[in-house]
């Protein structure tokens, strides 16, 4: 079953317990009436930024107000979701968030200065994507068990790079060296794109990636592919084999949504979900998602929040248990 389709089923169990709109004053000053930030958690080059641009573009034509992209970088996107918890619940500052910030953070930080659930509103599912593992192709491994005997006749094991320390790809790579008992250094890099620049030029072996980032990479044969952690073969790339099918049971999904500051007005954020679903249905956006394997999100803004939960109530148990720590 599809992530976005389970997140949708989750959200059912929350929606009578959901705060009313009604709840909140009807009437808000006109909105917008002057630019929006969304703040992208990661350097430019990656995945985040790919949806983020993407996303930006249609929802300013739709608004009438520019919505400017601000990346900051740094701790595993703590340091600019604080920044957007801490900003002024007015509807104008957003974050693009997704499991690394809302639900591994907390968990592999120490003193991070926000709450997934209780600092934010979260407002638009943006989309799903499959996670990849890629390889340098002067690395000897065609597959997953060619990864594990090359990693343990290595001296001092492969090194694997990922968008950052804390990331959902950080955490894979934490998974799978804990159920295939192989030596994986994680080598952390401040976003996906200076990541794929070491494999390309053989810093490190391999990466951990969103399959959205890696794409243009897999079909250039500039990096070889190896697994990717959905239940089913990506339809985008149905020749890479999944965890599962190589004997590794591990099912995980990269995800994108906005969220903002937990104060801001219910018609904002009831708009701000309606303007962005119908970028999400515009066929420049639906065809440009599917070029990198990326699904545009359909589930409701309830169903969202009930999906952020279930994964901040998933991700941290399993962080503490793996025994990562923030680099």
């Not at 997140?7 to 909105?31: D, H, K, N, T």
């Not at 639900?103 to 979260?122: E, M, T, W």
């Amino acid at each position: 079953m599809p992530i976005n389709r389970r997140a949708a089923m989750m959200g059912l169990g929350v929606i009578a317990a959901a705060p009313s709109s009604l709840a909140q004053p009807s009437i808000v000053p006109a909105w917008p009436t002057r630019p929006l930030r969304l703040v992208v958690t990661f350097a430019p080059g990656g995945s985040t930024d790919i949806i983020a641009r993407l996303v930006a573009t249609g929802l300013q034509e739709r608004l009438g107000q520019p919505v400017i992209v601000e990346n900051r970088a740094g701790a595993g996107g703590t340091i600019a979701t604080t920044h957007v918890a801490r900003s002024e619940p007015d509807g104008y500052t957003m974050v693009l968030a997704s499991s690394t910030v809302m639900a591994i953070g907390p968990a592999l930080y120490r003193n991070v200065q926000y709450d997934p659930i209780r600092d934010f509103s979260h407002v638009v599912l943006l989309s799903t994507n499959h996670l990849v593992f890629v390889a340098n192709n002067r690395v000897p491994a065609q597959n997953l068990n060619d990864l594990v005997r090359l990693a343990r006749t290595t001296n001092g094991g492969l090194n694997m790079a990922s968008s950052g320390s804390g990331s959902l790809n950080h955490m894979l790579i934490v998974l799978f060296g804990n159920v295939s008992g192989a030596t994986l250094n994680h080598v952390a890099y401040r976003g996906a794109g200076p990541a794929m620049a070491a494999v390309l030029g053989g810093e490190v072996h391999g990466m951990s990636d969103s399959l959205p980032s890696a794409a243009a990479h897999i079909r250039q044969g500039a990096v070889r592919p190896i697994a990717i952690a959905g239940e089913t073969r990506s339809r985008s790339f149905p020749d890479i084999p999944t965890f599962r099918e190589q004997g590794f049971d591990l099912v995980t999904y990269g995800w994108f949504g906005l969220s903002m500051p937990s104060a801001t007005p219910t018609p904002i954020l009831d708009r701000l979900h309606r303007e962005v679903s119908e970028v999400l249905k515009t066929p420049h956006v639906v065809e440009r998602m599917a070029e990198f394997d990326a699904t545009p999100g359909n589930i409701s803004r309830e169903a969202y929040s009930a999906m952020v939960r279930a994964d901040y109530e998933r991700w941290g148990p399993l962080v503490r248990a793996s025994g990562a720590v923030a680099e």
